[in-house]
């Protein structure tokens, strides 16, 4: 339901290192920087960085943080002055050159170069990363291609294609910086089913043969977590099903999702899972894992899926990804950043009111906030009344009142949970929750005697009905027989009238 730092705050960053390093650049010399990328069998890839220019000067390229790379400078000179990091993979190298010719070459490994589903298949280049003045090309060679089907791109089509190798002009190095090809393969990859028993549960993942890595982290996050999973939903599935897919071209988005009717039927899956986690920073795949497990259980409870209480499934689910994932050593870091520094813009910028999630949107950029906004009213919530012991109790809640259908019974199921009345709180959260129309309890066995006692009295109205019934029938009978015997004719006529 899934998830990886915005897009936007990345851009800022690299905007930040250009700003620095523009101004010294010498544009004294013509320069070209090619990118040879060529994907195997396997779906991996070998990548040489060709640079040659005609001149002196400074530059910088990105190279990759924990893939061992090799240089060769063949002609001229290059010395490097200056290393930063840009993300959790990459590094932005400042070099300078000078020769007439210089060229050097750069060579490392790429790993899941391409994402493969069956005969589906999704190509992510390397970080692309260099000088303004570079001319910056990519030319990528695809194992196995279907030439006769169509191939979509992104962020604009090749100028150049020489069968199953593509060759892209990069326009703009400080900003295009991934090439994206998504094709189909001329004969489909096998799937294998992974499985492994975890506790009471025997968890499947269906992936391709090249990705086994992702099976291993799932098994891993669902092993680590699991007695905790089981303290607070005490009863877990007996199977679990993972399925992976291949992203929409440059939509990353979703990273995880599990279906509104498996949700609302209170199926046991399966689970959808993005085969481009695997290409992430340790951690999202294991975080995504328990999220989406999360809105599993919480479907198995009762909890519909319905928008206006969408944000209580994501909230719930973003919580306890968190907050097992923390407690097993799973990291998580970027997450909890990415929602703390969310909730200080919705605290400033909304003045704490977060009634925007009621009606939920998955399709808009401010996405980021809406889950934010959901797991703040949480773990709020939770961590005040007693972390995982309050969601427990929270489960139990749920369990007993046969579900969750609108906010109003959310927040008496949290109310009841923490044994006080939290409408007050969702009301200033902006929650339209009516004051005398919540209904909340002090704790649940007060609930159930309320319930018992309406039961007699609706009982003792059914009798009473069913008396005053029978009271004013034996009246109509009564006025009927004497009405009939004040017409009777005299007794002398009485057998002429019923004889036969």
Partial sequence: MRKRLDAVFII??????????????????????????EVKENANATIKMIFKADGSGIGFVSLPLFEKYTVNVTTGSVEWVKYEDISVFYTNATFKFSGKP??????????????????????????????????????????GLNSEKEIRFW?????ERKGNIFVFHIKNPLLDNRVIIEYKLANEVPTISHEKTIGETKVVVHVAEYYRDIADKVFY?????????????????????????????????????????????????PIYLNLALIRFKEGFVEETTIHEFVHLALGRLGVSSKREIRWFHEGMAEYLAIKLCNRSGIDVSDYVETHREAVKVLLKEYDGDLSFIIDWEYNTPLIRLYYSASYYIINKTAE??????????????????????????????MSNAANEDLSQQFREWGFPIKEK???????????????????????????????????IAIVILLIRWFTKRLKRPPLEYASDIYQF
């Fill in 384 to 413: 005040k009344y007693g972390g995982l012991a309050y969601i427990r109790k929270l489960v139990s809640e749920i369990d007993r009142m046969g579900g969750l259908e609108s906010n109003e019974d959310i927040v008496k199921a």
């Fill in 12 to 37: 800022l960053i690299f905007l930040a290192h250009i700003i620095i390093l523009i101004p010294h650049v010498e544009a004294s010399y013509s320069a070209n920087l090619t990118y040879y990328i």
């Fill in 437 to 471: 129309e919540n209904g909340v309890v002090s704790n649940g066995e007060n609930d159930k005697i309320l319930r018992v006692l309406h039961e007699i009295l609706e009982t003792l109205v059914v009798v009473a009905a069913i008396i005053v019934i029978i009271l």
């Fill in 102 to 143: 210089v060229e050097m070459i750069i060579s490392y490994e790429f790993p899941y170069a391409s994402l493969i589903s069956g005969d589906t298949a999704w190509f992510m280049s390397n970080y692309i990363l260099a000088s303004p003045n570079f001319n910056v090309f990519v030319e990528v060679k695809l194992y």
């Fill in 221 to 269: 996050a669902f092993e680590k977590t699991y007695d905790d999973l089981k303290y607070v939903f005490r009863d877990l599935p007996s199977k679990l099903d993972f399925e992976c897919y291949l992203p929409e071209l440059n939509d990353l988005t979703a990273l995880g999702y599990v279906k509104e009717r498996t949700i609302d039927v209170g199926a046991e899956g």
């Fill in 155 to 159: 962020p604009y089509h090749p100028v």
